[in-house]
């Protein structure tokens, strides 16, 4: 077994139950929250279970399936939060996580193929590469410039999400020109779809996105098309007069 792999997969559960549960109560979100319960479970079982044992290599598997899952949403957060000049405090937060994650997925990799350790070392460098891009990252984005994200104009109609729902779920427009301004106070991507009209905006963590449609008189349905959001409740209704 390669020990250091160990200890890479150890303290990236541990970074990412301690990002997550910070960010989970400081955002009142309980999908954060969550996400740390389960990899604060996973560090729990890596501390006490012996090596090499069934409970400890099934453990390893669903923290990489974890941070793989964490990785992808917390990179393509990190990019789209970058290109919209989103503030600062939203580009760090996915950012830590996803280097985090990618280190942890990274881990888990190297523990599954390298099965006797021989590459060892190169944990080590994985772990060194993570806080690299984290500080890249962050530099990026201050080249890019952040802090200059979209405004809320006069005529938008506001919709806000907070913890897996939306805060309006009866909007009434005032036209056929229909602007809907839209803010993701959560750590996990939501959608704003609406099937009829081709609506779909994405928003990651802490995002203020802006999107204009024309559409007839009518009433239509707007939902989340994160996998399990919609079925939580995340769906609404915008009425165009
Ligand atoms: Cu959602």
Known sequence: MGASW?????????????????????HVDREAIAFAVLFAVGVVVLLRARQGSRVRSGT?????????DVA???????WSNVRNHEQLLYIIEPLALACASAAGLIGVVGQLVDR???????AAVVAVAAFAAFILGTGGAAITGWGKEQTQGPNDLALRIHNTAYRATAISATSHRVTLYVTNEDLFWH????DQLGVDLALPVGSHRRITFSAPSGTYTFYCRIPGHRQAGMQGTIKVP
């Open 60 to 68: 390893v598997i669903i923290l990489g399936l974890l941070f793989a």
């Open 72 to 78: 992808f949403w917390m990179i393509t957060a990190t």
């Open 6 to 26: 160990s200890i890479l997969i150890l303290w990236a559960a541990v970074a990412d139950a301690v990002l997550q549960a910070i960010v989970g109560i400081a």
């Open 116 to 122: 006797h350790g021989r590459a060892n070392g190169a």
């Open 191 to 194: 959608t704003v779809t609406i």
